[in-house]
């Protein structure tokens, strides 16, 4: 079902056994890195969790590479920040975005990633309703950990949705419904240029 993406699509591959197949993945993978590593640095300062268009980033590159590509990718942009490449927001690297306040969010995007990559392999991104179920679920399944976690630091309760819910409530839905708007938008350029 991996060929029903927009990466796919536009890069099919022919044969795991090509070598081209490795150049193809590692050039994608680095791709969506950069992109997610962008929507990283456009970020508002709140403490102590940024606001920044990473979810956003996020939900494009899973939904244009599928499941296994994209999981793939962003385990990558996390990996990359842990070794010391200054791909999150406020240029922190290393363990301490993980261990610090943003830890869980960063855990989340593994599963945002999951779940918006296993829509796209079911076709859900080529309309904007399943588009939109997909990513919001994903959006708020990044929340679950991201508050768990977060609640470490600020404490349950009012305090917490004060710090880590209430300040991303509406940016999540302005990005969540842009990333919804863009996948359908993108297959329609995509049916163009392979017509």
């Given at each position: 079902?991996?060929?029903?993406?927009?990466?796919?699509?536009?890069?099919?591959?022919?044969?795991?056994a090509l070598p081209g197949t490795t150049?193809?993945?590692?050039?994608?993978?680095?791709?969506?890195?950069?992109?997610?590593?962008?929507?990283?640095?456009a970020s508002v300062p709140f403490w102590p969790v940024p606001l920044t268009l990473q979810t956003l980033a996020i939900s494009v590159v899973a939904a244009a590479y599928g499941l296994r590509l994209g999981v793939a990718t962003v385990a990558a942009y996390l990996l990359a920040g842990l070794l010391g490449a200054p791909v999150f927001a406020g240029w922190s690297v290393g363990i301490a975005p993980f261990m610090g306040p943003t830890g869980g969010f960063l855990a989340g995007f593994l599963m945002m990633a999951a779940i918006i990559g296993a829509a796209a392999d079911?076709?859900?991104?080529?309309?904007?309703?399943?588009?939109?179920?997909?990513?919001?679920?994903?959006n708020v399944i990044v929340f679950v950990p991201g508050l768990?976690?977060?609640?470490?630091?600020t404490g349950y309760g009012e305090k917490l949705l004060a710090a880590g819910?209430?300040?991303?409530?509406?940016g999540t839905l302005v990005k969540t419904a842009l990333a919804a708007?863009?996948?359908?938008?993108?297959w329609?350029?995509?049916?163009r240029l392979k017509a």
């Open positions: 079902m991996s060929d029903a993406t927009i990466a796919a699509t536009l890069w099919p591959t022919r044969s795991s150049f193809r993945s590692l050039a994608l993978v680095a791709g969506g890195v950069c992109l997610i590593t962008l929507g990283a640095k079911r076709g859900w991104d080529k309309a904007w309703p399943t588009t939109l179920a997909a990513m919001a679920f994903a768990l976690w977060l609640g470490t630091f819910l209430w300040p991303f409530a509406l708007a863009v996948m359908p938008m993108a329609s350029l995509v049916s």
